[in-house]
Nanobody
Framework: QVQLVESGGGLVQAGGSLRLSCAASGRASITYAMGWFRQAPGKEREFVAAISWSGRSTNYVGFVKDRFTISRDNDKNTVYLQMNSLKPDNTAVYYC??????????????????WGRGTLVTDSS
């Protein structure tokens, strides 16, 4: 069974950068498309970015395009989310997700097969 463990969250000032990692256990993990969601206080969980199993296809929600980059290293079974130019409203718990849904579509929560437990990113401005 595939399990996902996020790391890399913490305090960051507006305008700063942070890189989140998601380590996947289990050989089957490389066959999944992987993604990131976030949930801000008092708000619903929302899609941020996704990457295909090969890494050749990516998709981003509009408000993070050109600031966030998703990537994966299948040799390490790890997915990354590089976040630059962070804004105060980026404070949220960021969740790693594995899904069979195409990365050409915007992911919905009910399309995710496996969730990580999340890592907290907090604005310290």
């Amino acid at each position: 069974q595939v399990q996902l463990v996020e790391s890399g969250g913490g305090l960051v000032q507006a305008g700063g950068s942070l890189r989140l990692s998601c380590a996947a256990s289990g050989r089957a993990s490389i066959t999944y498309a992987m993604g990131w969601f976030r949930q801000a206080p008092g708000k619903e969980r929302e899609f941020v970015a996704a990457i295909s199993w090969s890494g050749r296809s990516t998709n981003y929600v509009g408000f993070v395009k050109d600031r966030f980059t998703i990537s994966r290293d299948n040799d390490k079974n790890t997915v990354y989310l590089q976040m630059n130019s962070l804004k105060p409203d980026n404070t949220a718990v960021y969740y790693c997700a594995a899904s069979r849904v195409s990365t050409e579509a915007t992911w919905e929560c009910n399309g995710v097969d496996i969730w990580g437990r999340g890592t907290l990113v907090t604005d310290s401005s």
